[in-house]
């Protein structure tokens, strides 16, 4: 089976995973690190390889939040669950082994404390087995203004109040310096640091971060999935991503991950949707193919 061929089939078996939700993220923080692609080769599963962008592997953080999140329901479509909150996953930039589909490796993932974080994590856990567990988050930034909730950390009502826009054109405004502060259940932080430069982020490292809608699972059960986000709806561009400028980053939510947390690189998205679908096992096409 050819790489051309396996990508075709991986494609056909993520349309056929039944839809399951809808989900909108804003104000998305990605913080990506650098790692040595031979030692992160030997960390994934068999099925996986690293991907790569100017000689390095890459680890992100992504701290967002989830603020609509849609359950797929037969004869009636997308429904709203009205639940919304501050999550964070770390992923690992990769791609399927055997065809080059670029997608992601959730390493773990957090949702923030209260019900509906209860909720979601326990639901993370069940339908997608990984590891998941609750968190804290906290923001300081300077000075405090916003469109339509953009700046990290501040509500679309306070943005509003605040006065709202920016830049004299009427579209979003960031704060200058912001910090976030992410305190996991499980003993396990991110602390990060930095400023917005007024810059948007470079283009091509921005697109290799987010314009992957295939996640990929290495499930507690030993079996690798995969899921397509794409669907109704769906919105992955790159475009209008705004450079942040890490001072400091404190991280230590990799597990045997071994990222540069000097060299971290980052932006802000103001906002994404995808569309998940039930997980499709890896295993069953990579054995045909390597028997081909």
């Given at each position: ?5 396996r990508?075709?089939?991986?494609a ?91 997608g ?42 916003a469109?339509?909730g ?25 704060p ?14 991110a ?57 400091k ?15 971290c ?10 569309v998940?679908h ?15």
């Amino acid at each position: 089976m050819s790489g051309e061929a396996r990508a075709a089939a991986l494609a056909v078996a993520a349309a056929r995973g039944r839809t399951n939700v809808r989900e909108r993220h804003d104000q998305a923080l990605y913080c990506c690190f650098p790692m040595d692609v031979e030692e992160t080769r030997a960390l994934l599963p068999a099925q996986l390889e690293p991907d790569v962008f100017e000689g390095r592997a890459w680890a992100c953080v992504l701290v967002d939040k989830l603020d609509l999140l849609e359950s797929w329901v037969p004869l009636l479509g997308f429904v709203n669950s009205r639940t919304a909150g501050w999550m964070n996953k770390v992923n690992v930039l990769c791609k399927e082994r055997f065809s080059g589909t670029p997608g992601y490796l959730i390493s773990s993932i957090y949702f923030e404390f209260g019900f509906s974080g209860t909720i979601r994590a326990r639901g993370a856990s069940i339908t997608q087995k990984i590891p998941s567990a609750k968190a804290s988050y906290s923001f300081d930034r300077e000075p405090l203004a916003a469109a339509r909730g953009v700046a990290l950390g501040v509500p679309a009502e306070q943005a509003a109040a605040s006065g709202g826009g920016g830049g004299g054109n009427g579209g979003p405004s960031y704060p200058q310096t912001l910090s976030v502060t992410v305190e996991g259940a499980d003993g396990l932080s991110a602390r990060i640091s930095g400023s917005f430069s007024g810059n948007d982020a470079p283009l091509a490292f921005a697109r290799f971060v987010v314009e992957r809608p295939t996640k990929f699972l290495a499930q507690t059960n030993g079996k690798v999935v995969f899921a397509s986000e794409l669907g109704e709806g769906a919105e992955f561009s790159a475009e209008g991503c705004k450079e942040f400028v890490v001072e400091k980053a404190e991280v230590s939510m990799f597990a045997a991950f071994k990222p540069d947390l000097d060299a971290c690189r980052a932006f802000l998205q103001p906002s994404y949707t995808l569309v998940d679908h039930t997980n499709t096992p890896v295993d069953d096409i990579t054995a045909h193919a390597r028997s081909s």
